[in-house]
Nanobody, 114 residues
Framework: QVQLVESGGGLVQPGGSLRLSCAASGSMFSMYFMGWYRQAPGKQRELVATITSARSTNYADSVKGRFTISRDNAKNTVYLQMNSLKPEDTAVYYC????????WGQGTQVTVSS
């Protein structure tokens, strides 16, 4: 079972930036489809961004142009660079490996507030 550990969440003012990291255990990380999801209070978990083994990326419309997903296969790590943050980006952010039926991290809280 692959383990995923997220870090980098916190409190930031509107317009600010954060970078989330997700470190994966085990081998063959480079072969996996990776994603970031988020869940705000009272809402369903939603897809934020994904990246394939070939580094093809996809984003939710709400974060396009502001968020960037990337991966460093040498470090078994996937990142989510979040710029121009808005209060509506406040949520727990989860790292995912292998799609919704794959492995999940424990989540990291992102709060955007003045």
């Amino acid at each position: 079972q692959v383990q995923l550990v997220e870090s980098g969440g916190g409190l930031v003012q509107p317009g600010g930036s954060l970078r989330l990291s997700c470190a994966a255990s085990g081998s063959m990380f480079s072969m996996y489809f990776m994603g970031w999801y988020r869940q705000a209070p009272g809402k369903q978990r939603e897809l934020v961004a994904t990246i394939t083994s070939a580094r093809s990326t996809n984003y939710a419309d709400s974060v396009k142009g502001r968020f960037t997903i990337s991966r460093d296969n040498a470090k078994n790590t996937v990142y989510l660079q979040m710029n121009s943050l808005k209060p509506e980006d406040t949520a727990v952010y989860y790292c995912n490996l292998g799609g919704p039926n794959g492995s999940w991290g424990q989540g990291t809280q992102v709060t955007v507030s003045s």
